[in-house]
């Protein structure tokens, strides 16, 4: 176990060789702390269950690198891809169907996955060869601390490494469902009321 503050580039570039071995990571997004893993190894993804002590009927939402790395991972459209470019990177969690060969332990055998691009530079570096985990950094049913100690008091020598950005006490993501013919509030957490209203009058399909 390895605790890195304000990580280098070769710093981040280690962490990701440790990503590619099936290594457990938590970093900073733009809301809370997250747990990371690489979300097409599938060891990996149970290793993020295990460590957070999760049902599996609960699915773990995804990091992205961009849109083109989002259309890799969740099906989308023309009016979808407009309402991503306006609310991503941001605060937010976009339910969408997910495309084929996505793992279903990683979405606990639904066909829609959650998908993130946090307004943070250190998750858009750790995914920019492949999509990572994005699930609170917490044991489940316990809270998600806002700094690194306090996280690794709770979650313990189970992470490869801790990505330690500061205190962060953003609050949660907002959850839109966009898989059905207008979108949908899931979970309100950090939004923008003006784009919010805006994106729930527009008819997706």
Do not use: F, W
């Not at 997250?34 to 009927?57: C, E, F, L, P, S």
């Not at 490869?160 to 509030?185: H, K």
Request: hydrophobic share 35%; glycine share 6%; proline share 4%.
């Amino acid at each position: 176990m390895k605790i890195i503050k304000n990580p280098s580039k070769n710093q981040l570039d280690d962490i990701i060789n440790d990503l590619s071995d099936g290594g457990v990571i938590v970093y900073p997004t733009d809301t809370i702390y997250g747990i990371g893993a690489d979300i097409h190894n599938q060891n990996a993804i149970m290793k993020v269950y295990d460590i957070k002590n999760r049902t599996y009927d609960k699915p773990l939402s995804v990091c992205v690198h961009d849109i083109n790395q989002l259309k890799q991972v969740a099906q989308s459209n023309e009016v979808i891809d407009d309402m991503v470019n306006k609310l991503l990177p941001g605060p937010y969690t976009l339910l969408l169907k997910k495309k084929e060969g996505i793992s279903d332990k990683l979405t606990a055998n639904s066909d829609k996955i959650g998908v993130r691009i946090p307004d943070n530079r250190i998750c858009s570096y750790l995914t920019k060869y492949y999509p990572i985990t994005s699930t609170s950094a917490n044991i489940s049913g316990k809270t998600t601390s806002d700094n690194i100690n306090d996280i690794v008091n709770q979650l313990g020598d189970n992470i490869n490494c801790y990505i330690d950005a500061g205190i962060l006490d953003n609050g949660s993501s907002t959850i839109i469902d966009l898989t059905t013919e207008y979108p949908s509030i899931i979970r309100k957490g950090v939004y923008d009321e003006k784009i919010l209203n805006e994106i729930l009058e527009i008819n997706l399909y």
